[in-house]
């Protein structure tokens, strides 16, 4: 969405349109749309001429921000939950750091690209 979206950034979106070009439910892109309207990612208005754009131009958005903010919330592993999850072996694991450290580096390396980079063909 964010890549057809980034080859007209000036343009909005429908989410019917979107949900049609890429056969994807329109209640789950919809629910995503909001998520990225409250991370500021895009701008929505309502009305015939409605829909969603970006909020800025695809040279600023990096790939390793959109994907923290739609990943909110869900741990890599569950021992990477914020409650911890039930693990037995927390106190003792070795893995627990590694696997936080590998998160953070695969976030890292996503911003290395911005969305202009991934745009859709127009």
């Known amino acids: ?18 949900a049609v070009e890429f ?6 892109l919809t629910k995503i ?5 409250r991370g500021g990612i895009v701008e929505t ?14 040279e600023g958005i990096r790939l390793g921000d959109v994907v923290r ?3 909110q919330g869900q741990a ?11 693990c037995t ?3 003792c694991c070795r893995l627990k750091a590694r696997l936080r450290r590998a998160e953070m ?3 890292e390396d996503l911003n290395l690209t911005s969305l202009a980079e991934i745009a859709l063909p127009k």
Do not use: W
């Not at 969405?1 to 979107?18: G, K």
């Not at 208005?45 to 695809?58: D, E, M, T, V």
């Not at 890599?76 to 039930?86: N, R, S």
């Open 23 to 28: 056969n994807l439910s329109r209640n789950h």
């Open 89 to 91: 072996i927390d106190n």
């Open 69 to 71: 903010l739609l990943e």
């Open 1 to 18: 969405m964010l890549m057809r979206m980034a080859s007209a950034p000036d343009q909005y979106f429908s989410t019917a349109d979107l």
């Open 76 to 86: 890599l592993v569950e021992c990477l939950a914020p409650d911890g999850g039930d």
């Open 45 to 58: 208005r309502r009305g015939g001429s409605g829909g969603a754009k970006l909020s800025q131009a695809p």
């Open 33 to 37: 749309m909001q998520q990225l309207s």
């Open 105 to 107: 580096r695969f976030i």
